[in-house]
Nanobody, 121 residues
Framework: VQLQASGGGLVQPGGSLRLSCRYSGRLISGYSMGWFRQAPGKEREFLAAITWRGDSTIYADSVKGRFNISRDNARNTVYLQMNSLKPEDTAVYYC???????????????WGQGTLVTVSS
């Protein structure tokens, strides 16, 4: 399983950004996908996860209502739409894959390389 995250950058507070993660590999079919982030000096934090069919999602309380996870299996891509961004959302964002949304939220099988999001004026 290979994951490639992209879409990070500098955004002003209150702004929006959409991250993408392309996934590949013969074992990826059926996998749930998730997003995490790690801010400087802090532990990696689970944000959101989505099932293979996209029919179920879970979110951390810290991003519920502001972030939205979606996927397009035809494009082998999972997205994280981030709205109403705050300076405390500044972090390296990682995508991850696992056998279920509960597994990917706790012990993912695979990780992407991370993309930096900076929220600052």
């Amino acid at each position: 399983v290979q994951l490639q995250a992209s879409g990070g950058g500098l955004v002003q507070p209150g702004g929006s950004l959409r991250l993408s993660c392309r996934y590949s590999g013969r074992l990826i079919s059926g996998y749930s996908m998730g997003w995490f982030r790690q801010a400087p000096g802090k532990e990696r934090e689970f944000l959101a996860a989505i099932t293979w069919r996209g029919d179920s999602t879970i979110y951390a309380d810290s991003v519920k209502g502001r972030f939205n996870i979606s996927r397009d299996n035809a494009r082998n891509t999972v997205y994280l739409q981030m709205n109403s961004l705050k300076p405390e959302d500044t972090a390296v964002y990682y995508c991850a894959a696992g056998a279920s949304i509960f597994i990917v939220s706790r012990t993912p099988r695979a990780w992407g390389q991370g993309t930096l999001v900076t929220v600052s004026s």
